[in-house]
C-alpha cells in the first residue's frame, strides 16, 4: 500500500492527511511538538467562504487578486474560491461550531479588503482553536499513525525523487521511509524579532526542501500584521523600534477593526485616510506601513487601537481571547485605546506547487504556508490562510495518494534558490554579532522587514553568509531550528534582493533611486 507521509499537524497537515487516507493510503503525521502545537491554534478572525446569496465567488476572487497587488494567480485564486464552501462544510460535519446569528444563519464578519462581510469565525475570536480541535478529533478517530515530537531534519532524496524523511526523536536520528512527502509546517514567523507567530514558526519544512533543491517562490513577500499588542500597561517600552520586545507580541484581529475600531495616532487623529480611501480596512500592507510610518514620526512610540465605540459587551462577546489577554496586561479597552505596531504574520511565498500541491521535486508535495500556490501573491487577503489550507490541504493528500506511480508533472514556476548569487559587497566586518536566532530575528527586522534597500539587504546578506560558512553541528531541535531559521533568512533576503520594486508587502525605500541607477 502506498505510504504517505504528512509533516505538520495544523490545518493543512491534519486535512492532507485525512483525505490520503480516505483515498486508500496508509498514512504517517509527524509533528515537531504535541498535535495541538500548530499556527492554525492561534488564529483568530476565521476563515473566509462564500456562504450568502448576497455574496458571489467573483467577488471573492476579485478581492483576493487586488489585495494580492494584482500578483495573484488567478487559476489558483478560481480554485480557493470555487472550493471554499465545500470545505467549509467539511469542517461543520467535522463538528465547528462555526458562530451564528440569531436566525441560525453562519455568523460572517467583515475584514480589511474584503467587499462583503464572508468571514466566518468560532468562538468569536478563536476559529484557529475550534477548528484544530475538530479536526484532531478526526484525526484520533482515524487510522492515520501520529508520531509527535518527531522533528523533521531533512527530506531523503533518492534517483531523483523523494522516498522518505528523516526524524528526529528522542535524540535519535532514524529514516521513515515514503512513497510521498507532504510538507505542511507552516511558516517561518520566528525569522522577525516581533511577530504574531508562535515558537514553532521556524519553516522546517521551506528549509528542508530548499535543502533538497525544490523549487520556491514569492519569498519576498512577508506580511507583517498592523495591530499587535506587545508589553503590558505597565511595561509600554515594549516597542524598541529594532523590533525587540518587552512582553509577547498578541494579535488584535483585524474583525475588530471590521467591526468598528479605529487607529489613531498619538495625537488621537486617524491618520490611515491618508494614505488609503478605505481607511482602517485598506489591505494588509497598506496599514503596516502607514502605521509603521507614523510611529517613525512618533520617535518610535505606537500609535493606539481603539476599540471604545464597540463597548464592554461587544468586547467581550465577540472577541472573547482578545479581551481576556488585553485586560490580564492591564488595558481596560473598553475605556481607553491600546498601543499597537505591525509585526510579522505570515509568509505569502513558500515551495512552489502546482493545484495539487506537487513541488518541483518528485514525490514531494506542499500545502498551508509552507506551499507557494501563488494565491496570496504579493499580499494575502484577511482569512484566506486556513482557507488555503483546507482547500489545497486537501488536494495535496488526494494526490499524494495517487500520484505516486505516474511520471511527474513538467516544470513549475519558481526557482531553485541561489543565495551565492547574492550581493554581499559589504563584509560582515569585525563587529558582527555573532549567530544566534534572536541576532538574526533583530537583523531580519532591521534590514528585511516592512521597508527594505539595498544597503540594508546587502548587510543583511554579508552577516548572514558569514553565518552560514561558521562550521557548527546542529543536534538538538533548537539548533536545527535556528538554522532551518538561517536557510530561511537567505532565502527571503535573495528573493527581496532582484526585486528592485515595490509590491504588495515587498516595499523598496530605494526604488526611486535605483530606477534611476538602471536608465
Ligand atoms: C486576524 O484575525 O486579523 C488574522 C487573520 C488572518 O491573518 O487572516
Same mark, same amino acid.
Given at each position: ?55 458571489? *465567488? ?150 528542508a526542501a530548499i535543502r533538497a533543491g525544490a523549487a520556491v517562490a514569492d519569498l519576498e513577500f512577508v506580511q507583517f500584521h ?124 513558500? *515551495? ?83 549567530f544566534s536566532r534572536t541576532a538574526l530575528q533583530h537583523l531580519m527586522w532591521a534590514d528585511a522587514g516592512l521597508q527594505r ?28 531550528e535556528d538554522e532551518n531559521l538561517l536557510v530561511l533568512a537567505r532565502a527571503v533576503v535573495a528573493a527581496a534582493s532582484t ?21
Amino acid at each position: 500500500m502506498t505510504h504517505v507521509v504528512v509533516v505538520g499537524s495544523g490545518i493543512a497537515g491534519i486535512t492532507a492527511a485525512l483525505h490520503a487516507q480516505a483515498a486508500g493510503c496508509e498514512v504517517t503525521l509527524v509533528t515537531k511538538r504535541g498535535l495541538a502545537d500548530a499556527n492554525t491554534t492561534c488564529a483568530q478572525g476565521g476563515i473566509a467562504a462564500v456562504t450568502d446569496a448576497s455574496d458571489d *465567488v467573483e467577488l471573492h476572487l476579485r478581492d483576493t487578486l487586488a489585495a494580492g497587488a494584482g500578483a495573484g494567480d488567478a487559476a489558483a485564486v478560481r480554485v480557493l474560491v470555487t472550493e471554499a464552501p465545500a470545505r467549509v462544510s467539511e469542517l461543520v460535519a467535522a463538528g465547528v461550531a462555526f458562530d451564528r446569528d440569531d436566525h441560525g444563519a453562519l455568523a460572517r464578519g467583515l475584514e480589511a479588503a474584503h467587499s462583503r462581510a464572508r468571514v466566518l469565525h468560532a468562538g468569536g475570536d478563536a476559529t484557529g482553536r475550534a477548528i484544530e480541535n475538530a479536526l484532531l478529533a478526526r484525526l484520533r478517530e482515524s487510522d492515520v499513525r501520529v508520531l509527535e515530537h518527531a522533528f523533521l531534519v531533512d527530506l531523503v532524496v533518492g534517483a531523483g525523487r523523494v522516498t522518505g524523511v528523516e526524524l528526529l526523536i528522542a535524540g535519535c536520528r532514524g529514516i521513515l521511509p515514503a512513497d510521498a512527502v507532504v510538507l505542511a509546517t507552516g511558516g517561518a514567523g520566528q525569522l522577525y524579532a516581533r511577530t504574531t507567530n508562535p515558537a514553532v514558526a521556524t519553516g522546517d519544512g521551506i528549509a528542508a526542501a530548499i535543502r533538497a533543491g525544490a523549487a520556491v517562490a514569492d519569498l519576498e513577500f512577508v506580511q507583517f500584521h498592523p495591530t499587535v499588542l506587545v508589553g503590558t500597561a505597565e511595561a509600554t517600552a515594549g516597542f524598541p523600534p529594532d523590533g525587540g520586545a518587552a512582553g509577547t507580541p498578541f494579535l488584535i484581529s483585524e474583525a475588530v477593526r471590521g467591526e468598528g475600531a479605529v487607529i489613531v495616532d498619538e495625537d488621537g487623529r486617524r491618520f490611515l485616510y491618508d494614505t488609503h480611501r478605505d481607511g482602517e480596512l485598506a489591505p494588509r500592507d497598506v496599514v503596516a506601513r502607514a502605521i509603521a510610518a507614523r510611529m517613525a514620526d512618533q520617535g518610535g512610540r505606537p500609535v493606539l487601537l481603539d476599540a471604545r465605540a464597540l463597548g464592554p459587551l461587544t468586547l467581550g462577546e465577540r472577541f472573547p481571547t482578545i479581551d481576556a489577554v488585553v485586560r490580564e496586561r492591564g488595558w481596560d479597552w473598553s475605556r481607553e485605546p491600546v498601543p499597537i505596531s505591525p509585526a510579522a504574520h505570515y509568509l505569502m511565498g513558500g *515551495v512552489r506547487t502546482d493545484l495539487d500541491g506537487r513541488t518541483s521535486l518528485p514525490g514531494l508535495y506542499a500545502a498551508g504556508e509552507t506551499a507557494c500556490t501563488g494565491v496570496h501573491g504579493a499580499n494575502r487577503l484577511a482569512s484566506n490562510s486556513l482557507l488555503e489550507a483546507a482547500v489545497f490541504g486537501a488536494r495535496a493528500g488526494a494526490a499524494a495518494a495517487g500520484d505516486t506511480a505516474r511520471a511527474w508533472p513538467a516544470a513549475l514556476g519558481g526557482q531553485a534558490v541561489a543565495t551565492d548569487r547574492v550581493d554581499t559587497d559589504t563584509p560582515a566586518g569585525p563587529d558582527a554579532p555573532t549567530f544566534s536566532r534572536t541576532a538574526l530575528q533583530h537583523l531580519m527586522w532591521a534590514d528585511a522587514g516592512l521597508q527594505r534597500d539595498a544597503a540594508g539587504l546587502r548587510r543583511a546578506a554579508a552577516t548572514l553568509a558569514a553565518w552560514a560558512a561558521t562550521p557548527r553541528e546542529p543536534r538538538t531541535v533548537g539548533e536545527l531550528e535556528d538554522e532551518n531559521l538561517l536557510v530561511l533568512a537567505r532565502a527571503v533576503v535573495a528573493a527581496a534582493s532582484t526585486r528592485l520594486t515595490s509590491l504588495g508587502a515587498h516595499h523598496r525605500t530605494d526604488e526611486a533611486a535605483l530606477l534611476v541607477e538602471a536608465r
